[in-house]
């Protein structure tokens, strides 16, 4: 499985962005689709996940509210939409894909730049 993050950019506290993660492989649909972003000297940190069927999706608190995820399984695509972006949100975003048996996820992508600015 290949993955490819894109929707990163530069945008004022407020704002907002789409990010977008375009996957390969017919299996796209059996995985649990994850966002994670690490920003500078942090450590990487989960974001938001949603099962291979959209019912199940989880968020951290500091993003809920502001952040949805979602898919479309006919697109192979997984979507970070971002609102009310925060100097904090400023990081680099990867996408990442786990079978739903596994708690691992297993497969990143190269990540994309989020900037936030005041």
């Known amino acids: 499985v290949q993955l490819q993050a894109s929707g990163g950019g530069l945008v004022q506290a407020g704002g907002s962005l789409r990010l977008s993660c375009a996957t390969s492989?017919?299996?796209?649909?059996?995985?649990?689709m994850g966002w994670f972003r690490q920003a500078p000297g942090k450590e990487r940190e989960f974001v938001a996940s949603?099962?291979?069927?959209?019912?199940?999706?989880y968020s951290r608190d500091s993003v809920k509210g502001r952040f949805t995820i979602s898919r479309d399984n006919a697109k192979n695509t997984v979507y970070l939409q971002m609102n009310s972006l925060k100097l904090e949100d400023t990081a680099v975003y990867y996408c990442?894909?786990?079978?739903?048996?596994?708690?691992?996820?297993?497969?990143w992508g190269q990540g994309t730049q989020v900037t936030v600015s005041s």
């Open positions: 990442a894909a786990r079978t739903g048996t596994s708690s691992t996820y297993a497969y």
């Open positions: 492989g017919r299996t796209f649909s059996s995985y649990t």
């Open positions: 949603i099962s291979w069927s959209s019912a199940i999706a």
